[in-house]
């Protein structure tokens, strides 16, 4: 089993749309979990950590689930700019000073 | 405003060659990875850096050498360029206290190297 898991898409959904983004890991030891974004050709950036207790900024929304390792992220009502590749990230050592693992990323397209 | 840059932006060398890609950053960072990115494949981790004189091998260390001299620096090396190594190489850096807090790493703007 991969370390962290995504579908890979794409995701093609009208302006306006709900879509949601599944991801699975691993290491059941992890303690870090964040969604990052990236567009074509540029650098992964942080969209937003993901807490245990769920979180939301704006129109995206991270849930965690630990007994079934899974980690999602809702977008509501979509805009043109939130087509990108939306990678899922893990820390895999537990909470150490270690490594983060990243997804292959969902990538999204959204269509007016 | 603090930052991460990297350096070249775009890059092509021969094969063989030695090439040198630099990454600097003013966050004050103990942390620093290096990875690439190819498509099918996501962000791989080629060496890591968790200080001054620490370097640690990734996943695809193989053909790549890194040194850490102080905390802004830690330029990636490729001993003898191969084709194989065609690809898009980020830096990045995290603050030394997990779980990183709200910032996770923070990715410099990448280098896009062709081995020909």
């Known amino acids: 089993r991969k370390e962290v898991e995504q579908d890979p898409g794409p995701f093609n959904v009208p302006e306006g749309a709900t879509v949601a983004f599944n991801c699975t890991y691993s290491n059941s030891a992890s303690q870090s979990f964040f969604w990052y974004r990236q567009d074509c050709r540029k650098e992964p950036k942080l969209l937003m950590s993901?807490?245990?207790s769920g979180n939301e900024d704006g129109r995206f929304t991270a849930q965690l689930n630990r007994a079934s390792q899974y980690i999602s992220l809702l977008i509501r009502d979509s805009k043109l700019s939130d087509s990108a590749t939306y990678l899922c990230?893990?820390?895999?050592?537990?909470?150490?000073?270690?490594?983060?693992?990243f997804g292959k990323g969902t990538k999204l397209s959204v269509k007016p | 405003d603090a930052e991460i840059t990297q350096s070249p932006r775009h890059k092509i060398t021969e094969t063989g060659r030695q090439v040198t890609l630099a990454c600097h950053q003013t966050w004050n960072h103990n942390n620093m990875f290096w990875y690439r990115q190819d498509l099918g494949h996501g962000l791989r981790l080629i060496h890591y850096?968790?200080?001054?004189?620490?370097?640690n091998k990734g996943e695809v260390s193989d053909g790549y050498s890194v040194s850490r001299s102080n905390t802004e620096d830690l330029p990636l090396t490729l001993e003898s360029a191969a084709s194989s190594q065609t690809s898009v190489y980020f830096c990045?850096?995290?603050?030394?206290?997990?779980?990183?807090?709200?910032?996770?790493?923070?990715f410099g703007s990448g280098t896009r190297l062709t081995v020909v």
């Open positions: 990230v893990v820390n895999i050592d537990g909470g150490s000073q270690g490594n983060l693992i």
């Open positions: 990045a850096s995290s603050p030394g206290t997990p779980p990183y807090g709200t910032r996770g790493y923070t």
């Open positions: 850096s968790y200080g001054v004189q620490d370097t």
């Open positions: 993901v807490y245990s």
